[in-house]
Nanobody
Framework: QVQLVESGGGLVQAGGSLRLSCAAS????????VGWFRRAPGKDREFVAG????????SYADFVKGRFTISKDNTRNTVDLQMNSLRPEDTAVYYC??????????????????WGQGTQVTVSS
């Protein structure tokens, strides 16, 4: 059973940057896609960014395009989310999740079978 641990969250002013990292144990990311999702207070969890198993494909929610970048490091077995130009509306708990073997950069939450506990990101205005 894979265990995912997110890190890098915190408090930042609007316009600032944070880099989230998702580390896996019990399973390598090499053959699996990984996604980042978030849940803001009072809202449903939503897709943020995804990367395919081979890292050849990425996908982003419209509200983060041009600001966030997802990357995969198979050597470190981590997937990072670089977040720039942060806005107060980006405040949420951010989760990473692992998808099926050889999967693509999907935003379909139902296709992800392992989830981390989340890391809080708070953006002040």
């Amino acid at each position: 059973q894979v265990q995912l641990v997110e890190s890098g969250g915190g408090l930042v002013q609007a316009g600032g940057s944070l880099r989230l990292s998702c580390a896996a144990s019990g399973r390598t990311f090499i053959w699996h896609p990984v996604g980042w999702f978030r849940r803001a207070p009072g809202k449903d969890r939503e897709f943020v960014a995804g990367i395919s198993w081979s890292s050849s494909g990425t996908s982003y929610a419209d509200f983060v395009k041009g600001r966030f970048t997802i990357s995969k490091d198979n050597t470190r077995n981590t997937v990072d989310l670089q977040m720039n130009s942060l806005r107060p509306e980006d405040t949420a708990v951010y989760y990473c999740a692992v998808g099926p073997r050889l999967g693509g950069a999907s935003g379909d939450q139902e296709s992800f079978d392992s989830w981390g506990q989340g890391t809080q990101v708070t953006v002040s205005s």
